[in-house]
């Protein structure tokens, strides 16, 4: 995908980004050799070929076995400093990364050694070059909810780095109600409140629903499927709920960008915001994605800046950041 020179030089906000898709093969293999980890890859172009998912479950089980490699503070700090610095390349002024804590406290790491190593190179980065990167906790859908109140309760104590939390991994069988009691807690101890619809998913309008009415979200990550149901699409204009939309994520897990839906969500006035989900899987960083939107639909200027205002707006930082980013 070509970044044409006005997308590449558009101050950007993004919001819907997860950390551990962003490791790069390059990254992989480093942390593999620096932690005595075999991968049965020889080089980056082999860690790229394994990548052949055309599904949401196909994509996560490369996802989580990839970030096997994440072991030490250091591997954190190393993958959020290559983000932070990639995001500054793409002009991105402000982000809310995503993590998923479970994925390794599951396997033995410890939850301060993740965010230890996350906030520690978000801090670096903004010293370094003005580049605000805050966190949203992610629960793991296909675990239990008493292991993501567990989380909830661990993450207390860095209240001052992680803004909010919200909930992925695998939809089928795993709807927005199975943890109304933790997004409930997180409410009350002041976090923000988002959840992944993800795309084409079954049940999704009923779990868009819940979403919105059980869990009381401010925003959906993915959620296009809204279109089916125009109550759906009401409640969230009425609401001013925002849309964390994904394009070359949507065009790899399905069969296409869904860019006809996108456009369609914002020229009804939804707060819609563009993307990169996992951009070391689903190739292309932000700046890429706002390109392949507009290749498809022939977005203007003004549109591409509406895209970054809807993005400030619905985002979670403070007034005083709002402006700075306006
Ligand atoms: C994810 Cl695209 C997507 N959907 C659900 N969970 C995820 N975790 C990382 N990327
Ligand atoms: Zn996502």
Redesign the pocket.
């Known amino acids: 995908i070509e970044v044409d020179p006005f997308v590449a030089g558009l101050p950007k906000c993004e919001l819907h980004l ?1 950390i ?2 962003t490791l790069e093969p390059e990254l992989k293999l480093a942390l593999a050799a620096r932690n005595g980890i075999e991968l049965p890859y020889a080089d980056q172009a082999a860690v790229r070929d394994a990548y052949a998912f055309d599904s ?1 479950p196909s ?2 089980t490369q ?1 989580y076995e990839g970030m096997s490699v994440l072991v030490t503070e250091q591997d954190f700090y190393d993958l959020a400093a290559a983000y932070a610095a990639k995001a500054h390349s793409q002009n991105v002024r402000y982000a809310e990364i ?1 993590f ?1 804590p479970q994925a390794h406290t599951a396997r033995g790491v410890s939850f301060d050694t993740v965010i230890r190593g996350l906030t520690r190179a978000l801090d670096d980065a903004r010293r370094a070059t003005g580049f605000r990167g805050h966190l949203i906790l ?1 629960f793991l859908r296909d675990f239990q909810a008493e292991f993501a109140m567990a989380t909830l309760v661990q993450a207390l104590p860095y209240k001052e780095w992680i803004v909010g939390v919200g909930l ?4 089928k069988g795993n709807p927005p109600v199975k943890f109304a009691a933790v997004f409930a807690r997180a409410r009350a101890e002041g976090f923000r409140l988002t959840m ?1 619809c ?1 795309i084409d998913q079954e049940n999704t309008t009923e779990h868009i629903r819940q979403a919105l009415d059980v869990i009381g979200v401010e925003r959906i990550d ?1 959620g296009t499927n809204a279109l089916e149901d125009p109550q759906l699409v009401e409640d969230i204009l009425g609401r001013g709920i925002g849309l964390t939309t ?1 394009p070359i ?1 949507n065009g790899v ?1 399905t069969a296409g960008m869904k860019a006809t839906e996108i456009k369609r969500l914002f020229d009804l006035g939804v707060k819609v915001t563009v993307n990169s ?2 951009p070391a899987y689903f190739p292309g960083y932000v700046a890429e994605n706002l390109a392949a939107l507009r290749a498809e639909l022939g977005l203007t200027d003004a549109d591409l800046i509406q895209l970054q205002r809807n993005a400030i707006d619905i985002s979670w930082a403070p007034p005083a950041v709002k402006d700075l980013l306006l």
């Open positions: 997860h551990e898709g949401l994509f996560l996802y995503f998923d992610c992925d991994s695998d939809e992944h993800d993915h994904c994520s897990v989900d996992d």
